[in-house]
């Protein structure tokens, strides 16, 4: 995965979850981080959205299992 | 869709404190009876601003953690609310100009209709509330 795409999701996920130090693995999952629940995912999902210049549709944002699934799903959208 | 603008929503700490702010001004005269939306975990009352409209006082309960972490970064007006005579139509419309679905309630501040907030593709966000 690359560093721009990695680092820009760890940006997006510190803003939205107001915090810092915020440190993402691809297994990390919403029920290990403080805060990340359904309408902060929604938001997490607009701002890669935005960020990314992608777009996502409902089904693939709830099919989503963990970090590394959705790093895997911009870098589809990007090709 | 045909949407009539109801209110602005604004983030604030303390109703009362907010409420008392603008005691004696044009503003609070006939503000409403604080209510608590349970579903949502906020508190509201609407402020009368002209023309039908409203600015909507909101106080997250202390569980609140995605609007107090709003409130700690210093936001304050952060949605727009639209009464819609057809509520899934006007969802339907946003949502195909690329907004999304943030959550589906039913609020006690307006009787027990339907609301619904969507955060557009440009990360402002939109409350529709059913028509009565």
């Known amino acids: 995965m690359s560093d721009n795409l990695w680092n820009g999701l760890t940006t997006v996920f510190r803003e939205a979850l107001d915090n810092d130090s915020l440190t993402l693995t691809e297994g990390t999952t919403a029920k290990e981080v403080e805060g990340w629940d359904s309408i902060t995912h929604v938001l997490i999902v607009v701002a890669v959205e935005k960020k990314f210049r992608v777009k996502f549709t409902a089904g693939e ?19 | 869709m045909e949407l009539t603008l109801h209110h602005i929503g604004c983030l604030v700490e303390d109703m009362a404190a907010a409420l008392e702010t603008y005691a004696g001004t044009p503003l609070a005269t006939g503000a409403s009876a604080p209510v608590a939306v349970s579903s949502q975990k906020v508190r509201v009352c609407f402020l009368p601003a002209g023309n ?81």
């Open chain 2, 52 to 132: 039908g409209t409203f600015i909507e006082f909101v106080e997250p309960e202390p569980d609140n953690a995605f609007l107090l972490r709003m409130l700690r970064r210093g936001t304050s007006y952060y949605h727009v609310g639209y009464m819609c005579a057809d509520l899934d139509k006007s969802v339907q419309a946003l949502v195909t100009a690329g907004a999304h679905e943030l959550t589906r309630f039913q609020s006690e501040a307006f009787g027990g209709r339907y609301c619904v907030f969507l955060i557009t593709a440009q990360q402002q966000m939109i409350e529709l509330i059913e028509a009565a």
């Open chain 1, 61 to 79: 944002i709830q099919r989503l299992q963990n970090v590394g699934e959705f790093a895997a799903l911009i870098r589809s959208k990007q090709v």
